[in-house]
């Protein structure tokens, strides 16, 4: 047992006869489960509708306990971001994963062992040195690592555009030598821009139709492309139709954070994660009221800052998740969070006093759960803690 | 032991016979111990000229083997931000601790068990509410908890203004009837803005001046005021008299960041700590190379986004950390970076290949360095990882 969890033992320890929201340490996780399964099924039904699967990401949550939940059975399929994930995962018992970051030459041992143990752990590229080295590694293992072709849908972070045939075709070709090419993948890194739903419909599209065309270019050209995969919370909410499409990707569905809000992709209060934190002080001519959740346990994501509503750190409600109207954490040191109202609301600060506690509603669940090793899960507005999941970080 | 852990014991096993920078998994963390060991030696002879005595906050690294080279002994003098800080320092033998975060009723019962333990745990507060509960259960429990009175010098975050007289004897009152009044402390929060050395002096000496006063009022008061406390990196290196003061706390100085050289308190290569990347592609149109270290490893802190010079996400070295000229981690995903020449720089992007190792200068070593739980340990130019040194995260 590492000291963070001894630490976090000794805090079940304590709290053994009264596991409640009012004698957890603070600053830490709660995870309202009620929040959480709403915003699962509502995905879950409209990926039925249009005859999809859903491929969670379940690097959101880091959670085996979370995992088990969002997949649509216990081995998968998941997408996961870092090998760390993939093996955590397995050991958890998923065996169908898209390790969804691009695949360099010195992390194939930890997937070709992966696979050894009988997951079948998929690898993306967009690169021909990139299949070559997987080539390379399958010929050299006896094993054929599946890979995905990644593509490029709106000039956002990675990939290969849908329209450059001759590079699609020579990783195709590379990567048939040795290994399997497996499909073809794509992430609409613009869906995060926001510009409501119709703008949400046309990233959706375009997201689509990049991977189809390459996908069917692929096929034209004799390789095999079985899996056609898409993915972002936004488009997957917004998606009218996916012809072609086998699978959608998609992670902070699952907890929605503030960032999604101000996309318009949830309502507030579906947010299903929150950093609980005591008041440790007042300064009440400035109309703050400090706490001990600072940046560390509600991590730097700021991005709410360029939406049209800014939350500064997280947007604050009671113990029991209920907002307090436009009370914000304003600034936030390591370990001290500082709360007000929002600039121009005229809200008044509740009346906290040393000692109590608040929630606040994540910019970024993502990038706010990483600063924890644990949820603590509650439903609903119970006090009552009814569990302990851990979760994990690293590479 | 924990999957964290095993993966990272997995790791050293890998690269047991060749623990080079080529061979550690990325990203990952590495940690320069001839530029920490500058920066050290660089704050200990100012504050030896000054006549004071440091108690750095070991917040910033939160690891055994960096407290026991930044202290002056391995007992302390220390500072911490969180109980889980101060539990770990414990075990690891220091046993002079100031808590500078301040207290909530809640927390007094771990920082009894640390008092139990032979530790000088030392809290911090700014209002009667807190002074209360200290003498409360330093009363109940048979044993006097040391308390300092948080002074606000130049009203960034919480503390009580020197000028609040009624105040400061009331909470010295209070504290008297049960507990210890250790002294007090302050922090120049504004000392962050920058403006050059002159402006530093002045921030440090309105920090002094602040807590000089509050400490001559509780002396002429009859009460006692042994501990007289200031600190933050920029003031402590720019004081120019301290007298009145007896010891200085500062924290990311043992490693500094681009912010602080942005600051103008360091050099760029004085930056001891970077994270390593891989490159995992490019996009040669757009001008970027992607690599798999991403604002998971780097940290959202965007701190230098409102500095006269923008860092990104990071600054660009090569694997021996030698600076590539205005190359930035341009945008960051989970784990993705995008690096690009800064904007309008004209600068050329590095020829690197898929697997080409980078190291990236951090904004905020706290933020940064809290991402991952080991350092990987080189001197200079050294390719060789000397050691592991484990840290820990969490409350």
Not at 172 to 190: I, K, P, S
Not at 348 to 359: E, F, I, K, S, Y
Request: hydrophobic fraction near 40%.
């Amino acid at each position: 047992m590492t000291s963070t969890q001894q630490v976090a033992a000794e805090t079940f320890g304590r709290t053994e006869t009264a596991m409640t929201l009012e004698t957890l340490e603070t600053p830490c996780l709660v995870l309202d489960t009620e929040r959480m399964e709403r915003n699962i099924a509502r995905l879950r039904t409209r990926l039925d509708g249009l005859g999809v699967s859903l491929r969670p990401h379940l690097k959101t949550s880091k959670s085996a306990e979370v995992a088990r939940r969002v997949m649509t059975t216990p081995e998968g399929p998941a997408t996961v971001s870092t090998l760390k994930e993939a093996e955590q995962f397995a050991s958890a018992g998923v065996r169908d994963m898209i390790y969804a970051v691009g695949i360099t030459p010195s992390k194939l041992a930890r997937v070709l062992e992966l696979r050894a143990r009988g997951v079948d752990l998929v690898v993306i590229l967009d690169n021909v040195d990139q299949a070559r080295a997987v080539a390379e590694a399958s010929i050299t293992s006896g094993m054929r690592i599946p890979a995905m072709i990644e593509i490029d849908c709106d000039g956002h972070r990675s990939g290969v555009a849908p329209a450059n045939q001759a590079l699609l075709l020579e990783i195709g070709q590379t990567l048939a030598a040795g290994a399997e090419l497996r499909g073809v993948l794509t992430h609409a890194g613009d869906s995060y821009k926001g510009g409501g739903p119709q703008a949400q419909e046309r990233f959706a599209e375009a997201e689509r139709a990049a991977v189809v065309e390459a996908a069917q270019f692929l096929h034209a050209s004799g390789l095999p492309c079985p899996v056609v995969s898409v993915g972002s919370t936004p488009t997957a909410h917004h998606a009218l139709d996916l012809s072609g499409v086998t699978e959608v990707r998609a992670g902070v569905f699952v907890f929605f954070d503030l960032f999604m809000a101000g996309v318009g992709i949830c309502q507030i209060d579906d947010i299903a994660m929150s950093v609980m934190a005591t008041v440790i002080g007042h300064q009440r001519e400035k109309g703050w009221i400090i706490t001990d959740g600072g940046w560390m346990s509600l991590s730097r994501d700021r991005g709410t800052s360029k939406q049209a509503v800014d939350q500064g750190y997280g947007l604050v409600c009671d113990i029991e998740g209920k907002l307090y109207s436009d009370i914000i954490v304003a600034d936030a040191n390591q370990e001290h969070g500082i709360l007000a109202a929002r600039p121009g609301s005229g809200a008044q600060l509740p009346d906290l006093a040393v000692g109590d506690r608040v929630r606040i509603l994540p910019n970024h669940a993502c990038a706010t759960g990483a600063q924890h090793d644990a949820y603590h899960v509650v439903r609903g507005t119970s006090h009552t803690v009814e569990a302990r999941w851990s979760r994990f970080g690293g590479w």
